[in-house]
């Protein structure tokens, strides 16, 4: 199959429910959509109303109770663990609120562990981490421990971490949930220009409009299902 | 983009570890060092528990076997007398008749010179020659021509001349005496002067170190028995052997060498063994500090791990990761150990040495040996059982989800809702314990298996235990303290995967402290009970001189009516002590007759046979003692075989007695039959019952001045004397044990600090949310405090009926199998208190930092800190 024909991430009929005492709560119920290569998706919803798990079974760290997920044209939901991991390692990069940076390795060695994982040459990863650094504005941080950096600069390396190995998807909850606003803007902004210009796919999970103002398009989450909001958006 | 159908193949390199997944794991360790060092320090207890136990058992057993292997040489057999001496001329016939070219007489005896301890060698230097022509060839043996001559000299000089002997360079340098020199020898109960005719050089003398050489009339002389030896050493082939065997007199006995040193190392076997076992209760401790550290670890990692996994690090490679910690912390922690096992080794060898020398054989060991399989075991088992301890952590950490990153109290949960599960599996494993129990017959080894099966089994149950102790006491907490008690209660049930885990390792080590303990109590109490029932003679006199060619001194015979002639004295008894060889290995013979006519102070255990005392002392019946009977599984009505003067006699077993004297085992027969089948009319020690109107002080001096005149000398003991100075030796011989239990005990408070201090970090928000909402540095202090008392309590209170277990396991089977005594259990209350009052100390004194630390730590910080 043509790389160019396939869309990033395909969802068909996705369900999601847990058991609550004797009641079963529903979720996600047949959730679909379609992500096209370097295209950015926001999914906005409350707290509680089902975008976290999406995002889960979309990552492939919970199984759907029916539908599929597919991600490169392959199916998500029918791999084993070790597929699994494999393609975590490849093909997706994740940001998170709290940033979840390993905090006994430096910038720079945070940077390189996906690339040592898969196996990139060390010169190469050299140069990788340099430029990825400066797009982020880290220049001269390479040495620094995670607890040395803000809470914004944090999530800059955490971004650059998510697509320092070139994955075909980017999922990010809440990116900038755990900052200020002055500073939430910022990495919106960063996250927003960075993107365009690496044109890697972003599926963005947040509770906030202004957050949502990135994407080109906006998945609704309520009451389990998906609606896409056709209003128009501004950069 | 990369074809995921080939993903699986791709996960051939698994376990390979990028080295930014090494810096993290590293920098882990060095950014908790109070958790890392407590661990290795751990380890390395272990290590140097079970290495200095190994080193001292090995030295012991390797100076026992030089000792022997100096005095016997190479000779291949031994020929022996039941009697104990040979004569002259029995030897001197054996030679001609049986034409034994290489065979010397030989008497060994132990003899002290100044500060030294060492082994008069008799030998017959002529005939012995051919045997050792490296010791005594002179030119032979010597580095050069003038050396050559000295050793030459030096033998005829032996030969010539009586009172002369000859030591090697290291001892006459240790004695600071030189060729020509008369020294004083102490040999039996005397002193003579005696001079010593050579020092043989390094080179040829180290072969000699420890032993005084001397020709066999000397020695004959010295030892007072002259025209007796005490055996003769041969070199003989198979077929000689059995010619000679064939040959030997009545009253003689060939065996091989080999055979008497295996009779003589069986004697300390189960006490080796005894000690190994408490080491490796040691490492046990030490084991649960390294799974609790790792544990750990791994929890306090889990969004971490989880974060690595969904960057694509595999299962493989966060359980490499975690192991590879392990083996670091093993690898270092070994390493340590190595170092303090041998410093402690060479205190405890002394140790090792004392209580054979109280308990079985003289020996003398001068130093540690450092024996390097010994080291290897103790840094394999060290690593050994810290890889184990890690495994678990090691595969919790390749179970981590990505979704951990998200949920971090799904651990706990989990932890939680595996409680029952290792509760039940726990009660599996304690079943199994107690079942091998009787399936293990009387083997040593799976009865130590059993007590650990039912430790571990014990351990794995009580983090249930402890979640239900801290449930049920949140509202007695809550009442005495308020809100802080009822965090402190709950604080424990929170976190239950790693606060039941200390209570285990805490609960562990006190329990053996207990068990021991109560061990130990009961053995007490049983000797003293059978020393008062057993020592029925108000005074004892006895000698213990030596009497030549291995027989003990004799007490003049007229003694006993001299006695019973004295006023105030009701009855007088008589014995006889010696090693004696049996079918089944050596045992010690004790015959005894008494005025009143039956012997008093026996405590039976089984059946007895009809006419016990009278068939007894017409010589039919044996009465054997509780070890040999559990040893040789012989009961009333069996037989026994033991070698007399007379040849091989047997002796129908006419009763099993109560005996704490001696583990290999005693046969007591009449005195009368004694002195007949062993032709040995002498006693060794009188027992002098007084009237019941007598007055205890005036019968005393009056044997006292009996006794001062005797000659060999004799000492006059009252029954008190001799109980306390028993009890003092029992408690010397568990000086070792109490070294062990303590080392226990420090690895133990080594890992419930660890422990601690891990939940303290852990819980640093937590305390920080508790500050930030008012709470001050004292409640803080206050909570922390409770928290550990409760963890401290709760471990005491597990540890006693584990401790009870335990000390009636170690009464049961333990100490049943290894020395064949029975006892009952008795328990001391104070042994129990103490057991909680320990663990409660070892918890408030392994919290107090933690709880400073929390009380000083600023709750901003810990807030902002991830």
Redesign the interface.
Known sequence: MD?ATVPALAVEGLGKSYAEGRARRVVLEDVAFKVAPGECIALLGRSGSGK?TLL?LL?G??RPDTGDVRI?G?SVVT?????L???????IG?I?Q?F?L????TVA??L???L???GVPAARRRERIAALLGKVGLDGREGAFP?QLSGGEQQRVAIA?AIIHDP?LVLADEPTGNLDAQTGHRVLELLSHLFRDEGHTLILVTHSREVSAIADRVFAVDGGRLTERTEALSW | ??S?SG??A??VD?FRL????I??????LT?HPWQTWLSIIGIALGVAVVIAVDLANESARRGFRLSVEQVAGPATHQIQAATGGISDQTYVDLRIEQRLSLATPVIEAPIRIGERSLTLLGLDLIAAAPMRPGLLAGAGGAADAEAAAGLATALVRLLGESGTLVLAAADARALGVAAGDTVQAEIGSGTRSMQVAAVLADADGRGLAGLALADIATAQEVTGSIGQVERIDLILTDTEAARVAAALPTGLRLQTTAQRTNALAQMTRAFHTNLTAMSLLAMLVGGFIVYNTMTFAVLQRR??LG?????????GQLFALVLLETLLLAAIGALLGVLAGIAVGAGLVQLVTRTINDIYFQLSVRSLHLDWLSLAKGVGLGIGVTLLAGLGPALEAARS???D??RRTLVEQRGQRLLPWLAAGGGLVIGLGLLLIPLSGRSMTWGFAALFLVIVGASLCMPLVVRLLAWATTPLFGALFGSVGRLAARGITASITRSGLAVAALAVAVAATVGVGIMIGSFRASVSDWLAHTLTSDIYIATDAEGGAGNPASLPPALADELLALPGVAAVSQGRGRRVETRDGQMTLLALTSSTGRPRGFRFSGDTADDLWPRWQAGELALVSEPYAYRQQKSAGDRIELFTGAGWRTFEIGAVFQDYGSDSGTVILPKPVYAVLWDDPGVSSMGVVLASDADAESVEARVEALAAGLSPPAAVQTNRGIRELSMDIFDRTFTITEVLRLLAIGVAFVGILSALMALELERAKDYAVLRATGMTRGQLRLLILLQTSLMGIAAGLLAMPLGVVMGDLLIQVINLRSFGWTMPMQIAPGTLVSGVLLAWFAAIVAGLYPALRAARAAPAQALR??
Not at chain 2, 307 to 315: A, D, I, S, Y
């Open positions: 790389d976290s889960n990552a760290i919970d490169a392959q791999m084993g663990e070790p597929a991991t494999l393609l975590r390692r490849r093909h994740f998170y709290f979840n390993i905090p006994t390795l060695e945070n390189a562990l996906p040592e994982l898969n607890d971490r075909a | 983009m990369v995921l993903g699986t791709a996960l698994a990028p080295p930014a997944l810096a993290a794991s590293r920098r882990y950014r969004p971490l974060t690595l996994r969904m960057q694509g690090v595999t299962r989800q990505p979704r990153v998200i800190e991830e």
